[in-house]
Every structure is written in structure tokens, then in C-alpha cells.
């Protein structure tokens, strides 16, 4: 079992940035792929980004590409979603995900998932 929590959420201004993290407790995080997802009301959840159990490998929604950065820190079970020049439309609860597989895009193929974090853009 794997327990997720994310923080960092909150209310900024376009153009603003937040990081979120996600601490994670349970199984050996560090050998896990780590993914980040949101989901606005009335949408479908959506991918984000993605980072490899060591780190060298991430993967980006074309959507964020350039302006969010993935990383993680195993020796502190965390991953982190640096998000950057943030547009009204990042508006959305962001959630952290975990998978024992390699990374994937595809939010039904993670199994433990966090309570999500809302961020909210202003125009």
C-alpha cells in the first residue's frame, strides 16, 4: 500500500507560479514511477507529467511543456511539480499518482492516487 499527499495548491495570479509536492509513505517509493494528473469540473481527468523511479526519464503534456517542471527526491519520498507562467486554463485540482510500472500518460494505469490539490488561476 501506498499513501499520497499532495500540497502546494492555491490561488495565483496569471503568469504566477506554485510548486506542488507530493509525499508519498508506504512501499519503497524510490522504485516507483511518479505522475501528475488534474481534473477540472465537468472534464476528464488529464495527464500532466510524468518522471521515472530514478528521475532520468520525464514526460510532459503538450499543454505544460515549457513551463512545468517534474522532479523528484527519493531520499525524501517526494515528487514535485514546478508549474511556471500558470494560465487560467491550469485552472484544476492536481493529483499525484504512483504506478509499480514504467511511466505512463494513461491516468487508469496508476494505482495509488493522492486526495488532490486545487489551483486556481486568475485572469
Known amino acids: 500500500q501506498v499513501q499520497l499527499v499532495e500540497s502546494g495548491g492555491g490561488l495565483v495570479q496569471a503568469g504566477g507560479s506554485l510548486r506542488l509536492s507530493c509525499a508519498a509513505s508506504?512501499?519503497?517509493?524510490?522504485?516507483?514511477?511518479m505522475g501528475w494528473f488534474r481534473q477540472a469540473p465537468g472534464k476528464e481527468r488529464e495527464f500532466v507529467a510524468a518522471?521515472?523511479?530514478?528521475?532520468?526519464?520525464?514526460y510532459y503534456a503538450d499543454s505544460v511543456k515549457g513551463r512545468f517542471t517534474i522532479s523528484r527526491d527519493n531520499a525524501k519520498n517526494t515528487v514535485y511539480l514546478q508549474m511556471n507562467s500558470l494560465k487560467p486554463e491550469d485552472t484544476s485540482v492536481y493529483y499525484c499518482?504512483?504506478?509499480?510500472?514504467?511511466?505512463?500518460?494513461?491516468?487508469?494505469?496508476?494505482?495509488?492516487w493522492g486526495q488532490g490539490t486545487q489551483v486556481t488561476v486568475s485572469s
Open positions: 508506504g512501499r519503497t517509493f524510490s522504485t516507483y514511477a
Open positions: 499518482a504512483t504506478r509499480s510500472g514504467p511511466t505512463s500518460r494513461r491516468y487508469t494505469e496508476y494505482d495509488y
Open positions: 518522471i521515472s523511479w530514478g528521475g532520468g526519464a520525464t
